[in-house]
């Protein structure tokens, strides 16, 4: 008795979907999870690895902090004001609008959930693939 011959075989297709729509998802509601731990810690930063050379010149990989501005500001009226941000940029919710307005604070960490189970549904990837085609780069042909 062989060993294939005691086990299941079966034909294997990747678990996770590679879509760059699902790509841009993921990236927001990573983002959005920042904000959620922002919120509930202030002094919550980020991390990412890099590589930095030390002083005898060997490579380290070495922990670094990496700046989180929160989404969310106190408007002149009182209100609270979030902006959803793909990168630096607010995404325009509707036309001619891109931020959310709130009475008060409190209803932050409710709005910024319901935003993330959004972002997984797939509600936002119009408005993310029109922020990223707008995006894109014009490369200019110099005159000769």
Do not use: H
């Amino acid at each position: 008795m062989t060993f294939l011959s005691t086990v299941n075989l079966i034909s294997y297709q990747a678990a996770v979907d590679r879509s760059p729509a699902f790509q841009r998802r993921q990236k927001l509601v990573s983002k959005i999870e920042q904000q959620l731990a922002l919120l509930s810690d202030a002094a919550f930063r980020p991390t990412r690895q890099i590589w930095q050379k030390a002083a005898d010149g060997s490579l380290a990989l070495v922990q670094k902090e990496v700046r989180l501005k929160p989404w969310w500001s106190k408007a002149a009226n009182g209100k609270v004001v979030v902006t959803v941000r793909y990168g630096s940029k607010p995404l325009q919710l509707s036309d001619g609008c891109n931020a959310i307005e709130l009475a008060e604070e409190s209803q932050l960490p409710e709005v910024l959930t319901k935003l993330k189970e959004a972002v997984l549904l797939g509600e936002f990837d119009a408005v993310i693939e029109s922020s990223v085609a707008d995006r894109k780069l014009v490369v200019k042909k110099k005159d000769k």
